[in-house]
């Protein structure tokens, strides 16, 4: 199965920071990446898909890039609301796989 | 609007089983692969099955294999997991997931339901 590897794994931050979040394959997975937002005690949100594709809705100040094994998601000036969990995802392969998550405190 | 609603959770004893229910509306149902994730307390994402627009392909992830079924009925717009042979870390917030293209990205999620294997 393809690993993932998110970093880092807690990130604290203050409002109106740049915030940029890694995320590793195993093994190329072309573009086939997908970013979420988790916060606590609720489902998942997708925010990007297909490395850079920002999921109708999803505001502008998130980003993503990369192809192959390394990506990133990037938030432009970070909000009180985008204070959560990030989780990549790939879906290359039949075994769909996530990274371990990035936590984003307030500093 | 997109809605999926789990079902199903429950307290079960090791080698246990049981029935994830997850009941969809809003949109074509029969158009969107659908999973099932799980989430472990404390812990992150797990994908766990995957399943065909109409239900000819299945995935598992290799921990589940032999133990869950994940099914689908299009006429009653509703997903399926069942669990048999429970094990202790099969403990999880199982959700339901749904992707409307045919790449497995979940733009569509439910609110989850809790699988509790203890003793």
Request: charged fraction near 15%.
């Amino acid at each position: 199965d393809i690993q993932m590897t998110q970093s880092p794994s807690t990130l604290s931050a203050s409002i109106g920071d740049r915030v940029t979040i890694t995320c590793r394959a195993s093994q190329s997975i072309s573009s086939w990446l997908a970013w979420y937002q988790q916060k606590a005690g609720k489902a998942p949100k997708l925010l990007i898909y297909k490395a850079s594709s920002l999921e109708s809705g999803v505001p502008s100040r998130f980003s993503g890039s990369g192809s192959g094994t390394e990506f990133t998601l990037t938030i432009s000036s970070l909000q009180p609301d985008d204070f959560a969990t990030y989780y990549c995802q790939q879906y290359n392969s039949y075994a769909l796989t996530f990274g371990g998550g990035t936590k984003v405190e307030i500093k | 609007e997109v809605q999926l609603v789990e079902s199903g959770g429950d307290l079960v004893q090791p080698g246990g089983s049981l029935r994830l229910s997850c009941a969809a509306s809003g949109f074509i149902f029969s158009t969107y692969w659908m999973s099932w994730v799980r989430q472990a307390p404390g812990k992150g994402l797990e994908w766990v099955a995957n399943i065909r627009q109409d239900g000819s392909a299945k995935n598992y992830v290799d921990s589940v294999k032999g133990r869950f079924t994940i099914s689908r009925d299009n006429a009653k717009n509703s997903l399926y997991l069942q669990m048999n042979n429970l094990r202790v870390e099969d403990t999880a917030v199982y959700y339901c997931a749904g992707s409307r293209s045919n790449y497995q990205n979940f733009d569509s999620w439910g609110q989850g339901t809790l699988v509790t294997v203890s003793s």
